[in-house]
């Protein structure tokens, strides 16, 4: 069993950038990988990106590719999500979750967070 509870989100100005800190408890984090998904309002839930169990493979939609970057800390159970060059459209609620699975899709993770919200005025 795992929890997971995202920080860090708040009101930034397009082309800012934000760190996300996602705190996961739970004896076996590290054999999880760990996505980030993010939802606006009236859209589906999207991933962003994911990690690997020993962060050693990442994945990132074209969306944000180049621009976020997914790491993570197993002695800390603390996952981040680094985005820099933030535009408006990245404004949503951001979710970090954990599967054991290699996948992107959201409902393949078992465990979420509660979310955290991310505003980017232009």
């Known amino acids: 069993q795992l929890q997971l509870v995202e920080s860090g989100g708040g009101l930034v100005q397009a082309g800012d950038s934000l760190r996300l800190s996602c705190a996961v408890s739970g004896r076996t984090f590290s054999t999880y990988a760990v996505g980030w998904f993010r939802q606006a309002p009236g859209k589906d839930r999207e991933f962003a990106a994911r990690?690997?169990?020993?962060?050693?493979?990442?994945y990132y939609a074209d969306s944000v590719k180049g621009r976020f970057t997914i790491s993570r800390d197993n002695a800390k159970n603390t996952v981040y999500l680094q985005m820099n060059s933030l535009k408006p459209e990245d404004a949503a609620v951001y979710y970090c979750?954990?599967?054991?699975?290699?996948?992107?899709?959201?409902?393949?993770?078992?465990?979420w967070g509660q979310g955290t919200q991310v505003t980017v005025s232009s």
């Open positions: 990690i690997n169990w020993s962060g050693s493979s990442t």
């Open positions: 979750a954990a599967t054991r699975s290699d996948t992107t899709r959201s409902t393949n993770y078992n465990y």
